[in-house]
């Protein structure tokens, strides 16, 4: 005969936040690809687009440009019966975003990220107001 015991768990959400980490690993390959370094009839990019992957590769090598990785994280603390714990779950991020990308893409980043953990949360239960979320840019 086996006895059965029952686990009582309560969980709440302690700290919710996105967080900007420079990309370490950066591969910067797509940047030689002729399409970023040939002349384009009505590109916007400088000189037509002319070796614009390649001075963009320089300007990584210099210090002038990195990129970023954005990720969400959310801590949350949980007792089963009486012990505590605490655990973080994040996304995997979008990485490789280069610094000098607008705010606005950082923000809209940073929101998907946010979006993809409230859902991972919500299939255990667990809610958060985005107003509680604290945004870690550099």
């Given amino acids: 005969?086996?006895?059965?015991?029952?686990?009582?768990?309560?969980?709440?959400?302690?700290?919710?936040?996105?967080?900007?980490l420079y990309d370490e690993d950066l591969d910067l390959s797509y940047l030689e690809q002729e399409c970023f370094n040939d002349?384009?009839?009505?590109?916007?990019?400088?000189?037509?687009?002319v070796n614009f992957g390649l001075n963009r590769i320089e300007a990584f090598g210099r210090g002038e440009l990195w990129a970023y990785g954005i990720y969400a994280i959310a801590t949350i603390h949980f007792k089963t019966n009486g012990t505590s714990h605490v655990a973080r779950i994040n996304t995997p991020g979008l990485w490789g975003i280069e610094s000098d990308s607008s705010e606005d893409h950082f923000?809209?980043?940073g929101g998907e990220e946010l979006w993809q953990l409230s859902e991972d949360l919500?299939?255990?239960?667990?809610?958060?107001?985005?107003?509680?979320?604290?945004?870690n840019h550099p």
Wanted: charged content about 25%.
């Fill in 1 to 20: 005969m086996t006895d059965t015991v029952e686990l009582t768990t309560t969980a709440t959400i302690e700290r919710v936040e996105v967080t900007w």
């Fill in 39 to 49: 002349y384009q009839e009505g590109s916007t990019l400088p000189d037509g687009g």
């Fill in 107 to 109: 923000r809209e980043v």
């Fill in 122 to 135: 919500k299939a255990l239960g667990l809610t958060f107001d985005d107003s509680e979320v604290i945004w």
